[in-house]
């Protein structure tokens, strides 16, 4: 059980995906623009990475025992169909957000925060339920990020901030300074 | 379809300087800032994503009479996880301390945004040469970026340029500039540079266009 909440705040804070590994890059600095298409979006990226670790521990224990040359192949093509039927989903269920969302959606397969998790979890030998717990924490700092990022950025906007630093690089240098808040937590385990 | 030479030049080179991969359009950020933390990281990872694209963008090119739209992106994403899992294995086997450090950062160059980009956008579309040509000069500009970004981090962060120390003892090094918030922060800087430079330059142009107004 330990081991478990372990697994999940390391995921969600102390090695978050965006903040620690620099996964997912494209969608934190596309999509971050406004705060709610952010936490819907987190949401969504948290849902297919909880659908490919299932996958990958399926992939993992049942096919690529046979053929490990096979893995990152499979990884992608498991992920792919996955966003295709969630972007159907959404497409059927709210239109506004399929519309919000535009080209990110099915960018979520180019996201490397979601074939990194499935990387990351083969690597360090995770079974079924540990996969799902680091799934749920590194979905939770995903989305946890994106929302932080949101916030700041819509604050900017009415900031008086010199021209020629608006856009991404006024953006990374604001995910520089989170990153080094979230370096905190790295402290967080040491005495444990 | 005309093969002249300025034209292949041309494609050459935007992806140098004007249409530069990371510093112009932003792309394939993830592999980058992760293992960027050193110069020689910075080129291993260059090379790598180098064979990738180049190898993946001459493939495209050829099959593409073969390959139906509905399809293509899968196809494109199947090719390059292909190479990806040959140079992975490939580095592993030749340089396996460099390819501990990268890790699973290998792998995941299959998710990066700028070789998808130019199947999409360019190797699809050209003839196999120019498709080859394009991807040679995105491929080096993404590795002049790596580099640049590599080296900056590894003087600042450790005082020291491919591990040759560059400030002698005295030197305190920057150690927040080799953890992650570095990799952000010199990003965003090198960014902000490359803006002031392109304003610069286009400020300059203006002046010269009026000053040529005047005198005729």
Known sequence: MNELVWIFISALLVNNFVLAYFLGLCPFLGVSGRLETALRLGLATLFVMLITALCSWLLNTYVLIYAPYLRLISFIVVIASTVQFIEMVIKRVSPGLFRALGIFLPLITTNCAILGLAIFATNKGYGLVEGMTYALGAGLGFTLALVLMAGLREETQIAPVPRLLRGTALNLIIAGILSMAFMGFAGLFSAA | ?216
């Open chain 2, 1 to 216: 379809m005309p093969k002249s030479q300025p034209d292949a030049y041309q494609e050459f080179i935007k992806g140098l300087w004007r249409e530069n991969p990371v510093f112009a359009q932003v792309l394939g950020m993830c592999p980058m800032l992760a293992v960027t933390n050193s110069a020689v990281n910075g080129l291993a990872m260059g090379a790598a994503t180098f064979f990738v694209l180049v190898a993946s963008s001459l493939l495209v090119a050829t099959l593409k009479q073969w390959i139906p739209r509905q399809v293509r992106i899968s196809s494109y994403i199947i090719i390059i996880a292909t190479f990806v899992t040959v140079t992975d294995y490939t580095l592993q086997a030749l340089v396996p301390a460099i390819h501990k450090e990268l890790g699973a950062f290998i792998p995941l160059i299959v998710a990066n945004c700028l070789i998808l980009g130019r199947q999409e956008a360019f190797a699809s579309r050209q003839p196999v040469g120019l498709a080859l040509v394009d991807a040679l000069g995105m491929a080096t500009g993404f590795l002049f970026a790596l580099l640049a970004l590599g080296s900056v981090r590894e003087i600042l962060g450790e005082g020291a340029l491919f591990g040759v120390d560059l400030f002698g003892p005295n030197f305190e090094p920057w150690v927040i500039m080799v953890l992650p918030p570095g990799g952000f922060l010199t990003l965003g800087l090198l960014l902000l540079f490359f803006s002031w430079l392109a304003e610069r330059r286009q400020k300059l142009a203006e002046r010269l266009a009026e000053m040529e107004v005047e005198g005729s």
